[in-house]
Nanobody, 120 residues
Framework: EVQLVESGGGLVQAGGSLRLSCAASGFTFDDYAIGWFRQAPGKEREGVSCISTSDGRTYYTDSVKGRFTISSDNAKNTVYLQMNSLKAEDTAVYYC?????????????WGQGTQVTVSS
């Protein structure tokens, strides 16, 4: 059974940091890219960052470049999203997803999500 389990969300003040984790199981980790997506109230889900677990290439949406860093620990089948200099507009439910390739931003498997709230 494919499982993606996010953790690390919470409440933080603007300018603060959080690190999200996505633990994957039930599939061959190297065969998939792992992406982070977010959905704010009243908005569509958007792709935030993605990492190709086979070669380490990373992708970021423009609004988080320079503030967020995605990384992968293939030995632990876990992907992290380090979020620094958080802004109120980063408030959303964050999901990780497994994709065949980052360029598609189309995940076939999803985690349950973790809430990130940034207070201004």
């Amino acid at each position: 059974e494919v499982q993606l389990v996010e953790s690390g969300g919470g409440l933080v003040q603007a300018g603060g940091s959080l690190r999200l984790s996505c633990a994957a199981s039930g599939f061959t980790f190297d065969d998939y890219a792992i992406g982070w997506f977010r959905q704010a109230p009243g908005k569509e889900r958007e792709g935030v960052s993605c990492i190709s677990t086979s070669d380490g290439r990373t992708y970021y949406t423009d609004s988080v470049k320079g503030r967020f860093t995605i990384s992968s620990d293939n030995a632990k089948n876990t992907v992290y999203l380090q979020m620094n200099s958080l802004k109120a507009e980063d408030t959303a439910v964050y999901y990780c997803g497994a994709l065949r390739r980052c360029s598609s931003w189309d995940a076939g498997y999803w985690g349950q999500g973790t809430q990130v709230t940034v207070s201004s």
